[in-house]
């Protein structure tokens, strides 16, 4: 009796999954999703909200877009995640004042204060990584260049 399945070879090295860097960048960042999940938790933000929170903490007063060229992301993905950081009290929205199309974003005294709860976040993912500092600080300039040759700004 005829099999329907069609024998195949295995596959040339250059697509088995193991050597795929996309494999890699993906699952290395659900295991780093997974890691700062109960991290973020404990301060009330998701991911996306912590990395918003981060970039105001560097520099408050951004507008919409600035935020989104920081972060690599559109209004419309920013606008609910903004709306929901506001609803809990961790940023205001306020139109500019010389150009009311503009909106800035603000930190509120609540917005401030979660800097210093975040503050040991950094320090749980550099053990957890059991990398040392100077491997973690190479890995990402390594990434910050392969992101910026796939996506020039």
């Known amino acids: 009796m005829p099999s329907n ?11 088995r999954l193991d ?8 699952s290395a960042s659900l295991a780093m999703t997974k890691l700062y999940k109960p991290l973020l938790d404990a301060i009330g933000l998701t991911y ?19 935020l989104g060229e920081r972060l690599f992301l ?3 993905t920013l606008t609910p995640l ?17 150009d009311e199309r503009r909106v800035r974003l603000t930190l509120t005294t609540a917005g401030r204060a979660l800097r210093d709860r975040a503050e040991a976040i950094p320090q749980c993912v550099l053990q957890s990584s059991q990398c040392s500092l100077a491997e973690l600080t190479a890995l990402t300039g390594q990434l910050q260049h392969l992101r910026s040759k796939l996506a020039p700004r």
């Open 5 to 15: 399945s069609t024998s195949f070879s295995p596959s040339p090295a250059i697509l």
């Open 19 to 26: 050597n795929q860097v996309c494999f890699a960048l993906y």
């Open 48 to 66: 996306p909200q912590y990395l918003v929170m981060m970039v105001l903490w560097e520099q408050d007063g951004l507008t919409v877009s600035e």
């Open 74 to 76: 559109d209004s419309g």
């Open 82 to 98: 903004l709306k929901r950081l506001e609803a809990q009290g961790h940023i205001a929205r306020l139109r500019d004042a010389q």
